[in-house]
């Protein structure tokens, strides 16, 4: 009998394939309760209702209005992002030619107006805000590949959204934190016990990697950095098997995914190295994991030096 995989699941939705997962979701008594919930919400269009004021939950419904027309209905990215251009322009009463940022903007600034944080924009290729009440900032020393340096983490807490990868997933796999090259580490505080191999390695040192990354080469491309990341992780992870992770991550279908990429990107180089097909990957014990992502990471700085100068 064919057994429910969480992470098979989870590489279907970083990936936005919500009607795949959906089906998945559809095969297993113990995740009845998930499909259902995509039920109410896809095809009956039972929208969320958050613990904000009816004006910022009106601009919150058109994000699950967007979230709908992206993953459910599956319109192209440019057609997902007009209607949802055109649901934020009529309720700020705008004229037509106000961009897309420029609204996101001023939805970002309706939450910020009643004490809320508030990030906009896009993560891997969709919109989808960021809304949290709380913040702390606490700093870590974090050792690299090329070194130990000290960083700041903001730990963020009490959400009301967490964009829509949380969305999609019904909080079961997510964004938990980022670098946005202001060399703070921003981290979802309730997705994390600090002490585990997930905040260490997964958050702490990929996204100080990304950080070390964005000082040193002015503009590395999202790939470039999210490849050299994920083989930190790799580098640096012994307790879970990121790089079976990967390789249900693994995505060549849009060009702006820089996750999918760099781990389609990580998997192929690991085929070679190791002369083996992806299927079995995961048999790799993990100091050959550990050292074949040295060997790449070390390879990844020359490729770095050569196509950036450092600042």
């Given at each position: 009998?064919?057994?429910?995989?969480?992470?098979?699941?989870?590489?279907?939705?970083?990936?936005?394939?919500?009607?795949?997962?959906?089906?998945?979701?559809?095969?297993?008594?113990?995740?009845?309760?998930?499909?259902?919930?995509?039920?109410?919400?896809?095809?009956?269009?039972?929208?969320?209702?958050?613990?904000?004021?009816?004006?910022?939950?009106?601009?919150?419904?058109?994000?699950?209005?967007?979230?709908?027309?992206?993953?459910?209905?599956?319109?192209?990215?440019?057609?997902?992002?007009?209607?949802?251009?055109?649901?934020?322009?009529?309720?700020?009463?705008?004229?037509?030619?106000?961009?897309?940022?420029?609204?996101?903007?001023?939805?970002?600034?309706?939450?910020?107006?009643?004490?809320?944080?508030?990030?906009?924009?896009?993560?891997?290729?969709?919109?989808?805000?960021y809304i949290w009440k709380?913040?702390?900032?606490?700093?870590?020393?974090?050792?690299?590949?090329?070194?130990?340096?000290?960083?700041?983490?903001?730990?963020?807490?009490g959400f009301i959204m967490?964009?829509?990868?949380?969305?999609?997933?019904?909080?079961?796999?997510?964004?938990?934190?980022?670098?946005?090259?202001?060399?703070?580490?921003?981290?979802?505080?309730?997705?994390?016990?600090?002490?585990?191999?997930?905040?260490?390695?997964?958050?702490?040192?990929?996204?100080?990697?990304?950080?070390?990354?964005?000082?040193?080469?002015?503009?590395?491309?999202?790939?470039?950095?999210?490849?050299?990341?994920?083989?930190?992780?790799?580098?640096?992870?012994?307790?879970?098997?990121?790089?079976?992770?990967?390789?249900?991550?693994?995505?060549?279908?849009?060009?702006?995914?820089?996750?999918?990429?760099?781990?389609?990107r990580i998997v192929r180089?690991?085929?070679?190295?190791?002369?083996?097909?992806?299927?079995?990957?995961?048999?790799?014990?993990?100091?050959?994991?550990?050292?074949?992502?040295?060997?790449?990471?070390?390879?990844?700085?020359?490729?770095?030096?050569?196509?950036?100068?450092?600042?």
């Open positions: 009998m064919k057994k429910f995989e969480k992470d098979t699941l989870r590489g279907m939705l970083v990936k936005g394939n919500l009607q795949a997962a959906m089906t998945y979701l559809g095969q297993f008594q113990e995740t009845t309760a998930l499909y259902q919930k995509g039920v109410a919400l896809y095809q009956k269009e039972h929208y969320l209702t958050y613990d904000v004021d009816a004006e910022l939950n009106e601009i919150l419904l058109i994000y699950q209005k967007y979230y709908r027309d992206a993953f459910y209905l599956e319109l192209s990215a440019e057609e997902a992002a007009q209607r949802l251009r055109e649901r934020l322009a009529e309720l700020f009463q705008t004229t037509s030619d106000f961009s897309l940022d420029k609204l996101e903007e001023m939805a970002g600034d309706a939450f910020r107006q009643k004490s809320l944080h508030a990030l906009m924009g896009r993560t891997s290729g969709y919109y989808g805000p709380d913040e702390e900032l606490r700093h870590y020393k974090v050792e690299l590949p090329e070194g130990t340096q000290d960083y700041a983490v903001k730990f963020l807490d967490k964009s829509w990868l949380d969305y999609i997933s019904f909080g079961e796999t997510g964004t938990g934190g980022w670098s946005n090259g202001d060399g703070l580490i921003h981290c979802v505080r309730t997705a994390y016990d600090l002490e585990s191999e997930n905040f260490q390695v997964s958050l702490l040192k990929h996204e100080a990697q990304h950080s070390m990354d964005q000082a040193h080469y002015k503009g590395i491309t999202n790939e470039e950095l999210e490849y050299r990341a994920k083989l930190v992780e790799l580098i640096y992870s012994r307790e879970r098997r990121m790089l079976e992770r990967f390789v249900s991550q693994a995505d060549t279908t849009r060009a702006d995914n820089g996750h999918g990429l760099s781990a389609e180089e690991f085929e070679i190295c190791q002369k083996r097909d992806r299927g079995r990957l995961a048999e790799l014990p993990v100091e050959t994991v550990q050292t074949t992502a040295q060997s790449l990471f070390a390879e990844s700085c020359k490729e770095m030096a050569a196509k950036y100068r450092q600042s």
